[in-house]
């Protein structure tokens, strides 16, 4: 399964925990602000490997959540409320994307760039190298911030604050986020 997300702890509260989410693949759409999702993104590091590289629960919350489920909307739903209290987007940019907006910004910039057209014979290798350099550069990507509430301490133990991880999580109930967002949380 391919990554949809970055995701990085940005610091933590007693009971909530701040958590920026990146756009790492087309296939993503909009963020979810829903209560499996957050869950699913809680999920995506309660894991490790043993030394025969099977899954274990190292988390209190791992060990309430089987791995197999710790993806899965369908799973997470009608459990979410068991460990989410709430969830809020505060912050969000670059809100929707549009990967034909995308094609055409990138399009333009080889252009620019170095003033060749589709039709030129260098075209396919320059419009790839210049697709590359869009997704390498955060700044051109759709970025969410979430606050997750959550129903006892516990659950984010095994999240701290600086953790980067990649994630497949993804929602199948919404809502999604469809344009850029910024609200003034208080600390906790």
């Known amino acids: 399964m391919s990554s949809?997300?970055?995701?990085?702890?940005?610091?933590?509260g007693k009971k909530w925990i701040d958590m920026e989410v990146l756009f790492a693949h087309p296939d993503a759409?909009?963020?979810?602000?829903d209560p499996a999702f957050a869950l699913a993104l809680l999920t995506s590091e309660a894991y490790s490997f043993d030394k025969d590289y099977n899954r274990v629960a190292t988390s209190p919350l791992a060990k309430e959540i089987p791995f197999d489920d710790s993806y899965l909307p369908?799973?997470?739903?009608?459990?979410a409320h068991k460990f989410i209290e709430k969830v809020v987007i505060y912050e969000a940019?670059?809100?929707p994307f549009?990967?034909?907006?995308?094609?055409?910004k990138v399009g333009q910039?080889?252009?620019?760039?170095l003033g060749i057209d589709e039709d030129h014979e260098d075209w396919d290798d320059e419009w790839e190298e210049e697709w590359r350099?869009?997704?390498?550069d955060a700044n051109n990507?759709?970025?969410a911030k979430y606050r997750i509430w959550v129903t006892d301490e516990q659950w984010t133990e095994h999240l701290k604050a600086g953790k980067y991880f990649d994630t497949a999580s993804f929602s199948e109930d919404g809502p999604w986020i469809k344009e850029n967002r910024l609200i003034a949380l208080e600390n906790e």
């Open 93 to 95: 940019r670059n809100v």
């Open 141 to 143: 990507l759709p970025l």
């Open 98 to 104: 549009v990967e034909d907006e995308a094609h055409e």
């Open 4 to 12: 949809l997300w970055t995701v990085s702890v940005i610091k933590k």
């Open 133 to 136: 350099n869009f997704w390498d």
């Open 29 to 33: 759409g909009n963020f979810p602000e």
């Open 109 to 113: 910039k080889v252009k620019d760039n």
């Open 74 to 79: 369908g799973s997470l739903g009608p459990i």
